[in-house]
């Protein structure tokens, strides 16, 4: 059973960092593409960053090109975000996703939440300014 959980999140003023990790455990972790999302109040979740198995390609929404860099280290089955010069329109509850889809990045399937089976429960980040 695929179990996810994140952390780390929490309160940072505007132009600050963050790093939210998601601890990975019940499957193999390195044959699962994961990603983030996140999901303000009254909105729908939106994709933010997507990584190969290998971490060898990322994908980035616009929204958090050149802030955001997503990465993985399989031998803790723990993938990262890491947030920098955070903006209060960055505020939102972050979840990571897993998908067995090899190609989702390829074929840009990674930003779609219907691309992904697992799901944490999620970690809020607010930012203020």
């Known amino acids: 059973q695929v179990q996810l959980v994140e952390s780390g999140g929490g309160l940072v003023q505007a132009g600050g960092s963050l790093r939210v990790s998601c601890a990975a455990s019940g499957y193999r972790f390195s044959t699962y593409a994961m990603a983030w999302f996140r999901q303000a109040p009254g909105k729908e979740r939106e994709f933010v960053a997507a990584?190969?198995?290998?971490?060898?390609?990322?994908l980035y929404a616009d929204s958090v090109k050149g802030r955001f860099t997503i990465s993985r280290d399989n031998a803790k089955n723990t993938v990262y975000l890491q947030m920098n010069n955070l903006k209060p329109e960055d505020t939102a509850v972050y979840y990571c996703?897993?998908?067995?889809?090899?190609?989702?990045?390829?074929?840009?399937?990674?930003?779609?939440?219907?691309?992904?089976?697992?799901w944490g429960q999620g970690t809020q980040v607010t930012v203020s300014s």
């Open positions: 996703a897993a998908t067995a889809n090899s190609w989702a990045l390829v074929t840009g399937t990674a930003r779609r939440p219907s691309e992904y089976n697992s």
């Open positions: 990584i190969t198995r290998s971490g060898d390609r990322t």
